[in-house]
């Protein structure tokens, strides 16, 4: 599915894709939270980007915790702690790789998702980006590891229903559960950055 270089170069389009949507993601934050995810990730990933260089001749899984350890000292709030734990817990998952395949991709999201849903103390249908990351799990699984083109576009395609989907249930973490019945009507921040990230994977392999 990809190469190291690959996967250096699929980095460097998830920091231009985060950067990009910084401050969409920043105004879906405005509306539920404290308003900064987007400007924060984009600031984090601009960093991974200069760290880089220092891992590239790395094995996958080292260059991977490289980027959940830079996330977690960069970006601000909640988002960095569990992109970056997403991260180092999805390098700990291809250890040594040189490559990784459709079934290591899979093992990498799923140890990713153990990830924040340890260190966000989350479950499914509580507004948060797990609400996104775990139906592209479960789509994943479901299309097969046979063509990795599929797997990532079912994957996306439960992403983005996913995203859709917190619009319409009430927050019950972080800032956006002090809001109660106000959060419906709009979209997790992190559910859509996650979103953004896995097109941006889904774009390139």
């Given at each position: 599915m990809a190469t190291k270089t690959q996967v250096i170069?699929?980095?460097?389009?998830v920091s231009a894709a985060i950067g990009e949507?910084?401050?969409?993601?920043?105004?879906?934050?405005?509306?539920?939270?404290?308003?900064?995810?987007?400007?924060?990730?984009?600031?984090?990933?601009?960093?991974?980007?200069?760290?880089?260089?220092?891992?590239?001749?790395?094995?996958?899984?080292?260059?991977?915790?490289?980027?959940?350890?830079?996330?977690?000292?960069?970006?601000?709030?909640?988002?960095?702690?569990?992109?970056?734990?997403?991260?180092?817990k999805a390098g700990d998952a291809v250890k040594e790789k040189e490559e990784v395949?459709?079934?290591?991709?899979?093992?990498?999201?799923e140890a990713g998702i153990g990830g924040v849903q340890l260190r966000g103390k989350a479950e499914k249908g509580e507004k948060t980006m797990l609400d996104a990351?775990?139906?592209?799990?479960?789509?994943?699984?479901?299309?097969?590891?046979?063509?990795?083109?599929?797997?990532?576009?079912?994957?996306?395609?439960a992403a983005k229903e996913g995203v859709e989907y917190t619009k319409t249930i009430i927050a019950t973490k972080g800032r956006a559960s002090y809001l109660g019945e106000r959060s419906i009507g709009h979209q997790d921040?992190?559910?859509?950055s996650f979103t953004v990230i896995l097109e941006t994977v889904a774009n390139t392999v």
């Open positions: 170069d699929i980095i460097h389009k949507n910084a401050q969409f993601l920043t105004d879906l934050d405005n509306a539920i939270g404290d308003g900064d995810h987007g400007i924060n990730l984009a600031r984090g990933f601009k960093k991974v980007e200069e760290e880089l260089p220092a891992v590239a001749d790395k094995d996958i899984g080292a260059i991977l915790k490289k980027v959940g350890m830079t996330l977690v000292s960069t970006v601000g709030g909640a988002s960095g702690p569990l992109y970056g734990t997403a991260f180092m395949t459709a079934e290591d991709f899979i093992a990498m999201l990351m775990i139906p592209a799990l479960d789509a994943m699984r479901e299309a097969g590891t046979a063509d990795a083109k599929a797997m990532l576009e079912a994957g996306l395609k921040p992190g559910a859509s």
